[in-house]
């Protein structure tokens, strides 16, 4: 479903995605570990073209996310993205949030885009704040939001870059629970993360990044049971901090 | 003084009106706000091609801007009014000069208001409504300008206070202003102008420090709105 081939990024002569080659099928959830600087954060949003590649390819099927020829809006309505800073329009209720891409994406209709947006905040346990800003929400109901307002777009596949690392620890997991149900239901995800719990109860595959490169891969009974790489060991045992 | 406001407060306030064209304060007050209203658009659109990835739109528009931004007032105000009746082959009264020299003028400014508004939004806020499919204009117009906007609204309170400044210029081309009002009071006292322009500066100081204040007052309530939800930096690892 997503193919990295030989994926190279340079922010300045920074090489932040050194090569980077790997495969996400459909319905897998794929969790990419790795100290911060990897690359992983890049590499998800190399994804949907949040960042540019100079280097390789990223295939979503058979589209090449780079390619000046396709129409990038439509392949990232198919694509959601899910940030660490939550990044909902402060402006608009949780509802707006939603029905914002509904109306001027599907072109819903105003009444059926909201109806739409309340089963997707229903979805994620907060259909009764509808209406609320979201200054007013807590950290980890906002990050249910920003997830809401990405399924609302029926994506195919959903990329979730460090999603609970702003919350408070007693908010982190009502979104991974949110997470896992959508595990559950067969989605494609792609999710950064330091949630090694996480990591080893819902991902099919972990990918362990170190210096712009797949350091190690594999499921995680694997990868967590017996690793290989040297800083893979070191990261798993400063885990006991998290 | 009391008694100078006594005698001529009508003509401060209205001008000749009713038996003659509207004036004096109201006058001031219409053409600021009318001035910075139409201004608005071009603002907006100036502050969009300065931002622009296009080249032949940036360079025009930030050209404008400094041109604009580079010159006096006054001077803008002698070329609508020799310039502007050229034009449309027709004479222009001085309202109509101050206000078209005030859309042009205050464009510029106003541009660069909107321009600060826009790169003070943090960036995750353009890249969440990429990451949903948005393109430009739904991002521009429902995600980057409803924010950028509501956060500037003290700057332009504050724009519009030196609009409301600025307008004491048309006195040089008989616009029928405030200024042009304590002018014509002074003309018919003849030996009172400390208190006749007293008064005119206490007129323009009340009006423009209420303004000043309620912009004040503005700035804080949106700081503080805004410091529950918006302020947490997108920051990628």
New interface residues.
Partial sequence: MIRFENVEKWFGSLHVLAGVSGEVKRGEVTVVLGPSGSGKSTLIRAVTRLEPIQRGRILIGDVDVASREININRLRQRIGFVFQAFNLFPHLTALGNITLGLERLRRIPKAQAKERAIQELARVGLADKANTVPAKLSGGQRQRVAIARALAMDPEIMLFDEPTSALDPEKVGEVLQVMKALAKSGMTMIVVTHEMGFAREVANTVWFMDEGKIAESGAPGLVFGTPENPRLKRFLARDGDH | MVQILQDYWLLFLVGQYPHGPIGGLAMTLFMAAVGLSLSFPFAVALALARLSPYRWLRLPATAIVHVVRGLPLIMFIFWVYFVVPLVIGRPVGGVETLVITLVVYEASYLSEIIRAGILGL?K??V?????????YF?TTF??VL??AL?NMLPSMVSQFVSTIKETSLGYVISANELTFAAAQVNNQLMTRPFEVYGLLALTYFALCFALTSAARLLERRIAS??????S??????
Avoid: Y
């Fill in positions: 943090p995750g806020q890249e969440a409504a990429k990451a949903l499919g948005l393109g739904p429902r995600v409803p924010q509501h709105e805004r410091g529950g939800g918006l947490l930096a997108a920051a990628p690892a």
